[in-house]
């Protein structure tokens, strides 16, 4: 039985999306992840705790959240203007405090929180509301983040769903321990596992972390899932999108027996979030693939034997 008490954090649940897994899916963002990928388009996914987003624009200077911040971590910006905001929040000094004085005291919301805790069973109101919409092939989504950072939280989540006979996706950088992924076998339909850069010092570079463990769990999955088991890979300009890398990936996914691959192409979706968090986007010249681009490397993908989809 899951226990629907167990709580965790999550970040957005959006109903009614035709992405991420066959037809129509509600799909639940949970906060963490170990890799901190240069395009990631979810951000605020990364942290596991609850963060302040800053939307400069609708920041009218107040400074009603300078008033009310407990650790003085919100401050006048120096060069006050419209487009980058009239103040400064020091992450460092921020404790996301659960009252959440600044984003209360804010009238104009400029300031506003990205995570929530929930328990599972409030996290299924709204799967369960949406049940009839997913027919035959819909149903939920776990993202993120990476659910396989809150382990026991998704648990209870996909158990929650199996019991109402939902159909389970999770999207996952594959890059957890790997028996933390094999205890999920019984109740995931399918895992939408995302491999982006086969050159170790390339991923390393790109994501913050080795692709060893990828590709191990990848290859233990493959054997011990294969129908269950989709490789994505995020198709980024300058860091993924190179031909010999899409090829090698098509190879690695063929070896293991394993039919299908979705190139995705990067979008910057995420820039805004970077800024509305106080970071720096790491790659703010990049512009997303042409549709030849992506019609070429689909090729260079069924050249080894793989079905391709874009998008
Ligand atoms: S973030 Fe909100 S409360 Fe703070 S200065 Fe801007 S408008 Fe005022
Ligand atoms: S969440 Fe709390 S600690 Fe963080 S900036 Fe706002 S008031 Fe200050």
């Known amino acids: 039985m899951a226990n629907l008490n167990k709580t965790g954090v999550v970040f957005d649940i959006q109903s009614f999306s035709t992405h991420d897994g066959p037809g129509i ?6 906060k963490g992840c170990q890799l901190r990928c240069h395009w990631c388009a979810n951000p605020e996914g990364q942290n596991v705790f609850p963060e302040v987003f800053y939307h400069a624009m609708n920041c009218v200077g107040c400074f009603e ?11 006048r910006a120096e060069d006050e203007q419209k487009n980058k905001g009239f103040i400064r ?8 405090c659960p009252q959440l004085d600044c984003v209360q005291a804010c009238f104009n919301d400029a300031l506003k929180i990205t995570g929530k805790i929930m328990r599972v069973d409030e996290v299924m109101k709204p799967v369960m509301r949406d049940k009839p919409y997913f027919r035959d092939n819909g149903g939920i ?15 209870e989540i996909l158990k929650a769903c199996k019991e109402n006979y939902i159909h389970t996706a999770i999207e996952t950088e594959a890059f957890a321990a790997y028996e933390k992924i094999e205890a999920t076998f019984p109740y995931v339909d399918l895992y939408l596992c995302d491999l982006k850069i086969m050159d170790p010092a390339k991923h390393q570079q790109f994501t913050g972390v ?4 990828i590709l191990e ?9 294969p129908s269950k088991v989709l490789i994505r890979v995020p198709v980024i ?23 299908r691959i979705h190139l995705l192409p990067y979008h910057k979706l995420g820039q805004p979030k970077f800024e509305q968090l106080g970071r720096e986007y790491p790659m703010p010249d990049v512009q997303p693939p042409d549709k030849g681009q992506m019609e070429a490397l689909k090729q260079v993908v069924e050249e080894e034997g793989v079905v391709c989809v874009v998008g």
Do not use: W, Y
């Not at 989504?141 to 648990?155: N, W, Y």
């Not at 080795?210 to 463990?213: F, G, Y």
């Open 25 to 30: 899916r509600t799909i639940v963002f949970l």
């Open 65 to 75: 959240c300078i008033q009310k911040c407990p650790l003085d971590a919100i401050t």
């Open 89 to 96: 929040i020091d992450r460092s000094k921020c404790r996301h």
């Open 141 to 155: 989504t776990l993202s993120g983040g990476d659910p396989f950072f809150q382990h026991d939280f998704a648990m």
């Open 210 to 213: 080795s692709n060893k463990r």
């Open 217 to 225: 769990n990848i290859k233990k999955m493959a054997a011990a899932v």
């Open 237 to 259: 300009p300058g860091c993924t999108d190179d031909v010999e890398n899409i090829r090698a990936i098509a190879a690695f996914t063929r070896e293991n027996n394993l039919t």
